[in-house]
């Protein structure tokens, strides 16, 4: 079982929070969207009204080796805003500078430590690094579940100096609504998948297999089902080597008698770059146009199936939304999604990209914060950083 944080004992200790706010910057080094500092604000600010003193860890991009521009300050100040106090960032995750201001919190304080990515120790998973984080800390607690799927020494590593271990609220609804989607729900469940590859949503279509009734497929992805049932797609993106892997899935859910819808129309253009697209046959694509959309129909008929289903997971957009002659069949997706009254889940970073940009965000049950993490959950995967802080009863 994974404790709560709301569980244990943590007036007056030093608690440290393993936090993602792995948020993308501006060029002026301000932070351009908040919505992960914000999602971790509940359990930062349980711990700071316990009288906690509050140790913050973070990743920012890919740093190798120390690098100003992906200093977590800019992060600071946002949080520091966001909870009305201040936020002390550290010199460096680890050293004499981390230590003395970890020493110095007082019940209530929040400190921040600079990016623990500028230490290699943190991805390599390094003992010894993960010692000297395991020393700032009483309680460890993870509420970063976008990195939950990578064992590092801030996920992993640290969790075995640690004496209590337990989950924030974040963690713990990301578990609770991905977990319902591969428990008993209510019927009819549906799975929507799109996206650019078939590669990169094999194992999450697999998964679901044994448990949706039905699948939408839409995005780039569908191009490769529809040209490996022997439609003609002209020249939209497919994958020639995922063929047979498509064929076997669409021969494994026949068998099961699980439907797999492929949009009837598209929605196609000379190039991406077109200013319009004409609606074609999805099978029939001209030999010079790419399908860069679902049609109206299939809009329409996956709006329909969505209206009437008591659970939806989405992942992967229905075409290039970023371009707006293309946006109209997840913008048809998202309104369905977010009209339902049943669960609905979202997950994937352009997915949720998009329901966020299209202003449904507040009508979904749950959006999972967690890009590469909530795939690999769906996968059926082993996250190792859950299963970390699984403690015996
Ligand atoms: P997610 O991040 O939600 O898991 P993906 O990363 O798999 O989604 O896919 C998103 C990308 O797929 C977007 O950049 C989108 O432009 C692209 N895409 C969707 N449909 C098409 C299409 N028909 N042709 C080319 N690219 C597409
Ligand atoms: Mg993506």
Redesign the pocket.
Known sequence: MIKSIADLPIEGRRVFIRVDFNVPLTPAKGVADDSRIRASLPTIQHAVKRGARVILASHLGRPKGPTPALSLEPVGARLADLLGQEVLLTDEAVGDGARKVVSDLRDGDVALLENVRFFPGEEANDDNFARQLASYADVYINDAFGTAHRAHASTVGMLKYVAEKGAGFLMLKEVEFLGKLLGNVERPYLAVV????VS??IGVLENLLGRVDAFLI??????TFVKAKGGDVGK??VEEDKMALARAFLAKADLRGVEVLLPSD?VAATS?DATEGTPVRADKVPADM????IGPQAAAGFADRIARARTVFW????????KKP?AAGTLAVAKAVAASRGLTVV??????A?VNEMGVADQIKHISTG?GAS?EFIEGKTLPGIAALEVAE
């Open positions: 799109g996206g650019a590859k990169d949503k839409g995005g780039a992805m569908a191009n939209s993106r598209a991406i790419m399908a860069l959309d992942n992967g957009p229905m075409g290039v939304f970023e293309f997950g994937g970073g352009d997915s949720v998009a890009g795939l």
